[in-house]
């Protein structure tokens, strides 16, 4: 008895999207603290730190956040349709 195949799609889609903005809020933390410290070491002559987060922030950064602001909006988006969608039955049953 598999639980995961008997579950919607939906559902499916729901979790395996809560774990991608979960992996993401980390990587969006982790590119914050590490800005914050590369900043703290540039204003005591250590570039390397801001010189690497520079490099990183259009291919990396910048498409994580981006992600998990879609991935927000849509997971909202779905959890609002699943709340929705046991009402619109018991609605059109009536």
Not at 38 to 50: M, T, Y
Not at 77 to 93: E, K, N, T, V
Request: hydrophobic fraction near 55%; avoid cysteine; aromatic fraction near 10%.
């Amino acid at each position: 008895m598999t639980e995961p195949a008997s579950r919607p799609l939906i559902a499916r889609l729901k979790d395996w999207l809560d774990n991608l903005l979960v992996l993401n809020v980390f990587l969006v933390i982790s590119g914050a603290l590490w800005f914050a410290l590369a900043i703290g070491l540039h204003s005591r002559k250590v570039e390397a730190p801001l010189v690497l987060f520079r490099q990183l922030w259009e291919p990396l950064f910048t498409p994580a956040i981006g992600v998990l602001m879609a991935a927000s909006v849509l997971s909202g988006i779905l959890g609002w349709w699943q709340r929705r969608g046991p009402q619109q039955a018991r609605d059109s049953g009536s």
